[in-house]
């Protein structure tokens, strides 16, 4: 009942479990006779603190090492006084043991599960894995992203807020960070955007799809800035060079896709950081990207969601712009800026066609990345986008 191995991507810890336990010394005495199949079995014997021996059944301590529960402060309630996993999760519960650790969840937790729940702020010790052998998954974290989202949720009518006519407004400590960022981007690097009309029929089609099938199951529906940004983590693969980071003078490749997504506040602009979008499932992304627009603007973001992004998405389609010339988020050499699907046009032989479009604006560091690999990683990702049933999968 004890996980053996754990598999993971390099780079990453392994899951906090807790070593299994040694197997105590032999007793010398013999245990005290119980009728057959109901007794302590042979080895489960353990001294108690008044010299008395005690029974644990061997589910129970694996149970009381996860949970840091001393077994010889807890009283037994199985057959002949045995303890059973029951009563160190009544100590653990009663904190009746003195070794008692605090905030161990209440299972094993997969890598990306962990990081998920790191991301979207859920403490792994308030969870009840639903996993074999209570093992916390994706879906138990992200139930319970929901859950907080849910009962935070504010519903009182605000007032509009801003500055009024004939004010003099002073700029925030917010402001005046992004202004100095934004400068410096634009002085230490040579920026050039790549814009490319993209056709997205395939993709209208298939987010209608989703909106019907993932809305019967209470499933988060993709906006179209979440499939964008599957497809841009796809693209990455084949383009490693954009998904990089320019530091002290030397280009980093990155293995995961962390992408940046853009997030407009009444004071300004902030970054919060989505990671591992090419592992993620497109139904995770969905959950993801909600609740961390939903704390950015409840100011509710920490420090490490907005840490070391390898790539940046921002989008405008949504203010009904077509393009523009995003500005990029160093140390990236990358960013793309995501304009609204309009009606365009193509030809099938003489005879026109009306296409559903999206424009793409590209800005890359011209000193790191040329034109030509942007102009790839645009027909990449406009492939992608044409054959959209790879982002669900």
Not at 161 to 174: A, D
Request: proline share 9%; charged share 15%.
């Amino acid at each position: 009942g004890f996980p053996a191995v754990w598999l993971g991507a390099a780079g990453y810890p392994p899951p906090a479990v807790a070593p299994p336990p040694v197997p105590p010394a032999p007793v010398a005495a013999p245990p005290a006779f119980s009728p057959a199949g109901f007794g302590p079995s042979p080895g489960s014997a353990v001294v108690a603190a008044d010299g008395g021996r005690l029974f644990v059944s061997p589910n129970a301590r694996r149970v009381a090492a996860l949970l840091g529960v001393d077994v010889a402060s807890v009283q037994g309630t199985g057959p002949g006084g045995r303890i059973v996993s029951e009563d160190i999760e009544a100590a653990a519960v009663a904190g009746t043991s003195a070794s008692r650790v605090q905030h161990l969840p209440s299972g094993p937790v997969s890598p990306l599960a962990s990081r998920l729940a790191e991301q979207l702020g859920v403490p792994l010790d308030a969870l009840r894995g639903t996993g074999p052998g209570r093992r916390i998954r994706l879906d138990d974290v992200v139930a319970a992203a929901r859950s907080t989202v849910n009962s935070s949720a504010v519903t009182t009518a605000v007032a509009p807020s801003g500055p009024l006519p004939g004010e003099v407004v002073s700029h925030s400590g917010m402001r005046r960070a992004i202004a100095a960022r934004m400068h410096a981007s634009l002085q230490e690097m040579a920026q050039l955007t790549l814009v490319r009309e993209v056709e997205v029929d395939a993709l209208v089609a298939l987010r209608t799809q989703l909106k019907d099938g993932w809305a019967a199951r209470g499933w988060a529906v993709p906006s179209y800035t979440d499939l964008v940004l599957k497809a841009v983590a796809l693209a990455l693969r084949e383009h490693p060079r954009l998904n990089a980071t320019f530091e002290a003078d030397r280009l980093v490749l990155h293995e995961q896709c962390d992408l940046g997504m853009a997030v407009s506040l009444d004071d300004g602009l902030v970054v919060p950081v989505v990671r591992s979008v090419d592992e993620l499932p497109l139904r995770m992304i969905a959950d993801v990207t909600t609740s961390l627009a939903a704390r950015a603007r409840a100011g509710s973001l920490g420090i490490d969601d907005y840490a070391d992004p390898t790539f940046t998405v921002t989008a405008l389609g949504a203010a009904g712009i077509d393009s523009f010339t995003p500005v990029i988020n160093p140390p990236n050499v990358a960013i793309l800026g995501v304009g609204r699907i309009k009606d365009g046009v193509g030809w099938k032989g003489d005879t026109p066609v009306r296409l559903q479009v999206m424009t793409f604006s590209l800005t890359i560091d011209h000193r790191i990345v040329d034109g030509a690999p942007g102009a790839a990683f645009l027909a990449t990702l406009a492939d992608v986008l044409a054959h959209p049933l790879a982002l669900v999968g």
